[in-house]
Nanobody, 124 residues
Framework: QVQLVESGGGLVQAGGSLRLSCAASGRTLSGYAMGWFRQAPGKEREFVASITSSVRRTYYADSVKGRFTISRDNAKNTVYLQMNSLKPEDTAVYYC?????????????????WGQGTQVTVSS
């Protein structure tokens, strides 16, 4: 079993920044891709960013490219999402997820464990 716990969400004004963290326990994350997804009220869960396991190649949704940065610290078993230049449309619950393999995916089906989510609210 893997437990993922997100933190760092909150209320921020448009143009501000937040850094989300996802701490894992129960299994090392080093051999697996990791991803961040988000879900706004009334909308489906959508891909935000992912990072592969070893070479740490990163992928981003077009809507966040250039503003968000995903990173990982395998020694701390933690994944991060640095969010800059936040917009009101970034408001959502953000979830981190453990990939089922070392390969990155934008499809939620490519992930087998999920955190409980952290709320990010961006005011205009």
């Amino acid at each position: 079993q893997v437990q993922l716990v997100e933190s760092g969400g909150g209320l921020v004004q448009a143009g501000g920044s937040l850094r989300l963290s996802c701490a894992a326990s129960g299994r090392t994350l080093s051999g697996y891709a990791m991803g961040w997804f988000r879900q706004a009220p009334g909308k489906e869960r959508e891909f935000v960013a992912s990072i592969t396991s070893s070479v740490r190649r990163t992928y981003y949704a077009d809507s966040v490219k250039g503003r968000f940065t995903i990173s990982r610290d395998n020694a701390k078993n933690t994944v991060y999402l640095q969010m800059n230049s936040l917009k009101p449309e970034d408001t959502a619950v953000y979830y981190c997820a453990k990939g089922a393999s070392s390969y990155s995916s934008a499809n939620p089906r490519g992930y087998d464990y999920w955190g409980q989510g952290t709320q990010v609210t961006v005011s205009s």
